[in-house]
Nanobody, 124 residues
Framework: VQLQASGGGLVQAGGSLRLSCEAS????????MGWFRQAPEKDRREFVA?????????RYADSVLGRFTVSADKAKNTAYLQMNSLKSEDTGVYYC?????????????????WGQGTLVTVSS
């Protein structure tokens, strides 16, 4: 399984960005795509959002609910994270990840495959 994240960049507070994660080598059981982020001053990644390929079910962290939208396009093997109303605290490296399972879990340890990360910087 390979995941390639892209779409990061520098944006002003209140602006928008769309991240993409192109996936290859996924099997039927790799149903969940998650997005995590790591802020500059933190040593751990935090859950942002997750989506299932099969049903398009979603789950969000409270901090991004109503501002971010996660989706997955099976035809393109690509997951997306649309980020609106960005805040300075959204700054960080964003990672996409895939897990071998069907539950929208928030725990980083349950995700088996990881992309390389893309940097999002929100200036205030």
């Amino acid at each position: 399984v390979q995941l390639q994240a892209s779409g990061g960049g520098l944006v002003q507070a209140g602006g928008s960005l769309r991240l993409s994660c192109e996936a290859s080598g996924l099997s039927f059981s790799n149903d969940v795509m998650g997005w995590f982020r790591q802020a500059p001053e933190k040593d751990r990644r935090e859950f942002v959002a997750a989506v299932t390929w099969s049903a398009g079910s979603t789950r969000y962290a409270d901090s991004v609910l109503g501002r971010f939208t996660v989706s997955a396009d099976k035809a393109k093997n690509t997951a997306y994270l649309q980020m609106n109303s960005l805040k300075s605290e959204d700054t960080g490296v964003y990672y996409c990840a895939a897990r071998d399972g069907f539950a929208l879990d928030v725990r980083e340890m349950l995700y088996d495959y990881w992309g390389q990360g893309t940097l999002v910087t929100v200036s205030s």
